[in-house]
């Protein structure tokens, strides 16, 4: 991705990076491969190898993921929104079990929707879910806002079937 975050032109272990999709249509096309995990499934390496230090293994790790954007404005989700919360930021995601897919976070900065209007600010509430039934029916809507946070790019997407607990 040209000015990406974490754009480059070789990965760590010296292959050329590339555009790898990984989702289309809702359907799983690709994996993101270093040379150890592409030599185990027998295909070749896509340009995904990060090491965090210089004495650890690299590991396939995306460069810049792409959530592509929808059509929906923030607006329109909030306003088509009858009871629900608008997350800002959390903390904790990072205790998710990418094994299981089951995410959790806490939300530091976030929002009641009540009857399509933002009303009280709120924090300390947990969210959590399973990621895999998420990404199967749990996406309603992607709006058209696409931000970025270190080398993630995404707009806002309205969730369903996920549990909330706190006040």
Known sequence: MRGGVRTRPFDDEGHSTR???IIEKGTLKNYLYDTYTALKENVRST???QRYYYWMSPLPSPSNLILKPGKASLEEMIQET???IFVENTIGEWLS???SGNLNATVTHG???KNGELTEPIKGI???GSFYELLKSGIETVGNDPRNSMQCYSPTVKL????IAGK
């Open 160 to 163: 369903t079937q996920l549990t």
């Open 82 to 84: 009858k009871n629900g």
């Open 19 to 21: 555009i790898t999709p």
């Open 111 to 113: 929002y009641i929707i």
């Open 47 to 49: 340009g995904n190898a």
């Open 97 to 99: 079990n990418p094994v």
């Open 126 to 128: 947990v969210i959590s």
